[in-house]
């Protein structure tokens, strides 16, 4: 198993713009969690979604968006971008809703511009 | 407010001297509490958690509720373990929640 695959590495947007960040768990886990860490910070929780359902939100505005698709991957949107969205995304799965252990991506690197 | 501090954003400490990284929470449930690890050029890990009790690498954690700590400790520093430490908390309950401090960069200095 490849451990958790996030797509794409990198990507540059301009302010305005919507960006679509995508992840695949690991085989037979079934939650996923998106994170945003600016340079110099820990990992800032976004959502956290089991079974294709949004268990856990954290203090992001409606410009983020997130779903989990049946073979549990997941995809995070973002609308509207600023300048201060521009950070490593990190996605992290895990089996069960309570993440106990959780095994995280490598990460997207977002800047935008 | 839910909250993890790490007050030390450096660390240095030789090789074969003891380490501890300190980890403060607020929360008013009751916790559950995590060291995750990132190594140069890798992923961020899970090192241990609190409900496990166990040593992984030699680091051990013990959370404190009376002081709301979990810091983490090893009595020998390896020059292997430099690398960026974070603490985390996961809500028990209401909604899911996980909050990470700010992290602690480990230096072991040969």
């Known amino acids: 198993d490849a451990g958790v695959t996030q797509s794409p590495t990198h990507l540059i947007k301009t302010r305005g713009q919507q960006v679509t960040l995508r992840c695949s768990p690991i085989s037979g886990h079934k939650s996923v969690s998106w994170y945003q860490q600016v340079l110099g910070q820990g990992p800032q929780f976004i959502f956290q979604y089991y079974e294709k359902e949004e268990r856990g939100r954290g203090n992001f505005p409606d410009r983020f968006s997130a779903r989990q698709f049946p073979n549990y991957s997941s995809e995070l949107n973002v609308n509207a971008l600023l300048l201060g969205d521009s950070a490593l995304y990190l996605c992290a799965s895990s089996l069960g809703q309570r993440a106990y252990e959780q095994y995280f991506g490598p990460g997207t690197r977002l800047t935008v511009t | 407010a839910q909250r993890v501090t790490q007050p030390e954003k450096l660390l240095s400490v030789f090789k074969g001297a003891p380490v501890e990284l300190k980890c403060n929470y607020s929360y008013s449930g009751s916790p559950e509490l995590f060291w995750y690890v990132q190594y140069s050029r890798q992923r961020l890990q899970l090192l241990l958690r609190?409900?496990s009790r166990e040593s992984i690498k030699g680091f051990t954690a013990d959370l404190n509720k009376g002081e709301t700590s979990f810091h983490l400790k090893k009595p020998f520093a390896q020059e292997e373990d430099s690398a960026m430490y974070y603490c985390a908390l996961s809500l028990t309950s209401g909604t899911y929640k996980y909050i990470f401090g700010t992290g602690t960069r480990l230096k072991v200095l040969a």
């Open positions: 609190h409900i």
